[in-house]
Each structure stands twice: as structure tokens, then as C-alpha cells.
């Protein structure tokens, strides 16, 4: 028997992913291009509107107030991708209402003042102008870190081994809205995760006209199916003596949007009224604005590997952060009721699709602008049960996870202190978090219970975060254990190129500002 040679049981480690039909600055077609931009649309809808339904009726709010809540959060949300696609990191990331913002709203929602309005609208509209105030404020911390290029400055302390838990913990640590979510409604999830999966896994050489039309339209041909086969359940009445939570999973007719929703309606600026100030409320935001910060730079990580660019240098980084903040403050100008980071499935829908295309993220964002206007359109693809949405996350959400793996093969995994650091960080990014939660779900409070709110929703943000978490735990111990002696082990050696912008020829060809806009604002 013949020996085995060395290429025939490990890989080379390649700076950018091999495999994808479209890398960043390459586009399809145009009607290609639009129905791909489409497809980012729908995906980006679940959280648009799973957290409006979830903030609004504890605000006090009516069908009605969500509907705009929403409108406004997909129009912003449309906007700020545009200002990212063109003037931030440059990278293909739909730019969508973050989860990380709950434990400040939610401290402002139960604000004693505001709890003894006993007018519900006039209490949901209190609450939305406390909400903007703390946004607007809160908003600086990105504007700062980004534009100041501080964040540039921390990011020289990262490495290949201490990204790994961050970006893996951005896909791992939503794990709570995928399966959980999907068991709401068995009959209708499964049968979605089961059709995506075969569409865009199985049956992904199947094409017409060159183009492998399963693969690449796998989740808007699977939504259509399941949602209508959905909608035959509703009108048959097969949920007609189920529970109340089982009606609002599984029903089509239950998000009452589509008779809430005007034909059209632009939203504006200071909308709700004059924001509100109070600085308790504006310190705890600042975390989730940390907490948004540190999400999104591990997110952009898994953007450019599969958008198929060099990992992001420290100042395009930066420049990204300091936008994100922008958009930050014009949630809190429009009142989005949330503040905004990347929207992890769009950027594990890039790698379904195995289009990277930064055009198609801007016709993704024409589409949330518009259909936000035209409300009673938008509000139709808005009715879509969440549990489909659930049962595509638990694709998106684990592939984005992986791609963080991925990073380990710049690094040396024979060695025991890199085992010991990818290990601990990724546990505990994942148990501190199930820890506040629980404690949380049964106590009603955080583990951090002072007299000053402030610092509990600060402390208790911080720690409900896996990304967070993860960074905090990989970067101090990647900085402290041996480090002089292992930058070869780290994966320091590959790093060093990309952290400059003229560390690497690829990086103007995938990061320089359009309309030549770098003669005014220069790498830095």
C-alpha cells in the first residue's frame, strides 16, 4: 500500500473561502441580483418584526403602534445598510434590530414614572421618547470608538485564536431562537428546516438556464411553500381549539398587521414626540451599545470570509463601528423602539446562496425602504409565523457559528495552552449567559440586584452576551498565557497582513470608499 502524503490529510489555511459563485465586488445579474436582494428582504423580516410584537404590548402599545414600530425599524434598518454597504466596513451585512438592547428597554418600560400613566397610548408613547433619549445618548459610545479609531487601537490586542469564540459565540449564542422556537409549532418548522436543507443542500446541482435555482432561491421557494400549506392549516380550522400560544405560533391570521398597517406611510424623525432624557437610562443603553460593538466585529469577521474578502483591517473596522453608531442615533431620531447591529442570518444566508454580492445587500435594502412605506404589502410578508423564520436559523445561525471555527486553522490546535483558551472561552460564553438567564426567568430580576438600576442593567447586558463574554474570557487569557512565545500559535504571523490597509494588496480592492472618497479620508 502506497504512503500516504501530507496534502492528503490536511489542508492548506486560505485567506479567503474557496467555492462561492460571487465574491463581494462581483454581482449576478440584474434580475438575479433583485431576487436574491429579495430573499435577503424576507429573512431580515423575522426580527423586524419578533421584536416590535415582543417590546410593543409591554410599552402599553396597540396593533396599530407595532405596525409603525415596525415600518420604522425596516425603513432605518434600510438605511443604515445602504450608509454600511457604501461608507462602512463596505461588506455585504444587512443592518437589523439587535436583541441585545432588551434588558435597558425593558428597565425603561418598568420605570416606576412611566408605569403610572394609566393611559396605555399615552404611556407606549412616554415609554418610545424615554427609549429614543437613551438611543440618542448611548449612541456616542460607537461614534466615539469608531470614527476616534480607539476601537482600531483595541483591535491590535485580537488574534486569530481570540476571534474564534467571538465570531463561533455570534451564531452559537442564539441558539435560543432557533429549535426552542421551532418546538412552538413541530408541524409547521420542521417540515421548513427539512425543505431548506434539501433545497439548498441536497438538490443544489439542479439548474435551469446555468443558474442552480434551488441553491441559490432555497429559502424564498421553501417560505412560499410552507406558508401557504400553513395558511391551508389556518383556514381548515385546525388550530381552532388549540391554546392561545399555540394559535399565535402556528396561525397565519394572528399577527393582525395586515388590517393595522396603512397603504402608505413614511416615517420621520421625532415621530413619537421630543425624546426623553434621563442619564440611568442612557448608562444602561451604553452597555448594549458595547454589547452591539462587540457583536457586530464578529460579525463583519464572518461577513468577509463569506463574502469571500480578506478579514476587515483594524481601521475599516473602526470606520464600520463609528456608521453602526450613526445608525444607532437614527434609531433613536426615528424611534425604532431597539437599537441596530448586523443581522447574523443575512450574513448565513451569503453562505446558502454562496453569493456574496454587495449589490445584492443594497437591493435588499431598497426593498426594506420601500416595502416599509407601502405599509399593507410590507405588513403581508410580515405575517409570516415565526416559527418558518426559526426553522431557517437553525441553519444560518449554525453556519455562521462555523465560519468562526474556521479561523483555528491559522492557528496551531496541538498546542495545549490554544486548546485550553478555545475551550474555556467558548463554555463560558455560552454558560454565564444561560446562568443570567435562568436566574433571570426565575427570579424576575439579574443576578446584579443593587439600588442602582444603572449598573444592574449594565452588568446584567454585559453578561447575557456570548459574543461578549467569549471576547472577554479568549482576549485576557490570549494576552496573558504565554504569549510571547506563542505568536506562531496564535495564528499572529497570518494576522499581521490584514490589520493594516496596506498590509495587503486585496484590501483597496475590497475596502476603499467609493466616489474616490479616500483622498478625504485616508487609512489611517
Same mark, same amino acid.
Given at each position: ?71 420604522? =425599524?425596516?425603513? $432605518?434598518?434600510? +438605511?443604515?445598510? %445602504?450608509?454600511?454597504? !457604501? #461608507?462602512?466596513?463596505?461588506? @455585504?451585512? &444587512? ?65 486569530? =485564536?481570540?476571534? $474564534?469564540?467571538? +465570531?463561533?459565540? %455570534?451564531?452559537?449564542? !442564539? #441558539?435560543?431562537?432557533?429549535? @426552542?422556537? &421551532? ?342
Amino acid at each position: 500500500m502506497a504512503a500516504v502524503k501530507p496534502e492528503e490529510i490536511s489542508h492548506a489555511p486560505m485567506d479567503q473561502l474557496q467555492g462561492l459563485e460571487y465574491c463581494i465586488d462581483s454581482n449576478p445579474s440584474w434580475g438575479e441580483a433583485i431576487a436574491l436582494g429579495f430573499q435577503h428582504y424576507i429573512l431580515a423580516l423575522g426580527t423586524a418584526v419578533m421584536i416590535p410584537s415582543f417590546l410593543v404590548p409591554l410599552m402599553g402599545g396597540s396593533d396599530d403602534d407595532k405596525v409603525r414600530v415596525v415600518q420604522t =425599524l425596516l425603513f $432605518v434598518g434600510g +438605511i443604515n445598510t %445602504v450608509l454600511q454597504t !457604501l #461608507f462602512g466596513t463596505r461588506l @455585504p451585512t &444587512v443592518i437589523g434590530g439587535s436583541w441585545a438592547f432588551l434588558v435597558p428597554i425593558i428597565s425603561i418600560i418598568h420605570d416606576p414614572s412611566l408605569e403610572r400613566i394609566t393611559d396605555p397610548h399615552q404611556r407606549f408613547l412616554s415609554t418610545m421618547r424615554a427609549i429614543q433619549g437613551a438611543l440618542i445618548v448611548a449612541s456616542s459610545v460607537q461614534i466615539i470608538l469608531g470614527y476616534s479609531q480607539l476601537w482600531a487601537i483595541c483591535s491590535r490586542f485580537f488574534s486569530p =485564536l481570540g476571534m $474564534v469564540p467571538v +465570531i463561533s459565540l %455570534v451564531g452559537f449564542g !442564539l #441558539f435560543d431562537r432557533g429549535f @426552542p422556537v &421551532v418546538g412552538r409549532c413541530v408541524e409547521i418548522g420542521i417540515p421548513m428546516f427539512i425543505l431548506f436543507v434539501a433545497f439548498s443542500q441536497y438538490l443544489k446541482h439542479f439548474q435551469t438556464k446555468q443558474i442552480p435555482v434551488l441553491e441559490r432561491f432555497a429559502l424564498v421557494i421553501s417560505v412560499t411553500v410552507i406558508w401557504a400549506y400553513a395558511h391551508l392549516l389556518t383556514a381548515s380550522g385546525a388550530y381552532k381549539h388549540h391554546p392561545e400560544l399555540t394559535q399565535r405560533n402556528c396561525r397565519t391570521d394572528k399577527a393582525n398587521l395586515i388590517s393595522s398597517a396603512p397603504w402608505i406611510k413614511i416615517p420621520y424623525p421625532l415621530q413619537w414626540g421630543a425624546p426623553t432624557f434621563d442619564a440611568g437610562h442612557a448608562f444602561g443603553m451604553m452597555a448594549a451599545v458595547l454589547v452591539s460593538l462587540i457583536e457586530s466585529t464578529g460579525a463583519y469577521k464572518a461577513a468577509s470570509r463569506l463574502a469571500s474578502a480578506t478579514p476587515p483591517p483594524a481601521h475599516v473596522l473602526s470606520r464600520g463601528i463609528g456608521w453602526q453608531g450613526i445608525g444607532i442615533l437614527l434609531d433613536g431620531l426615528f424611534g425604532t423602539g431597539t437599537g441596530s447591529t448586523v443581522s447574523v442570518e443575512n450574513i448565513g444566508l451569503l453562505g446558502t446562496t454562496r453569493v456574496g454580492s454587495r449589490r445584492v445587500i443594497q437591493i435588499a435594502a431598497g426593498f426594506m425602504i420601500f416595502f416599509s412605506i407601502l405599509g399593507k404589502f410590507g405588513a403581508l410578508f410580515a405575517s409570516i409565523p415565526f416559527t418558518i423564520f426559526a426553522a431557517v436559523y437553525c441553519v444560518m445561525f449554525g453556519l455562521v457559528a462555523s465560519v468562526g471555527l474556521s479561523f483555528l486553522q491559522f492557528t496551531n490546535m496541538n498546542s495545549m495552552r490554544n486548546l485550553f483558551i478555545t475551550g474555556v472561552s467558548i463554555f463560558l460564553g455560552l454558560s454565564i449567559p444561560e446562568y443570567f438567564r435562568e436566574y433571570t426567568a426565575a427570579a424576575l430580576h439579574g443576578p446584579s440586584h443593587t439600588k442602582a438600576g444603572w449598573f444592574n442593567d449594565f452588568l446584567n447586558t454585559i453578561f447575557l452576551s456570548s459574543p461578549t463574554v467569549g471576547l472577554l474570557v479568549a482576549v485576557f487569557l490570549d494576552n496573558t498565557l504565554e504569549y510571547k512565545d506563542s505568536a506562531v500559535d496564535r495564528g499572529m504571523p497570518w494576522w499581521a497582513k490584514f490589520r493594516a490597509f496596506k498590509g495587503d494588496s486585496r484590501n483597496e480592492e475590497f475596502y476603499t470608499l467609493p466616489f474616490n472618497l479616500n483622498r478625504f479620508f485616508p487609512p489611517s
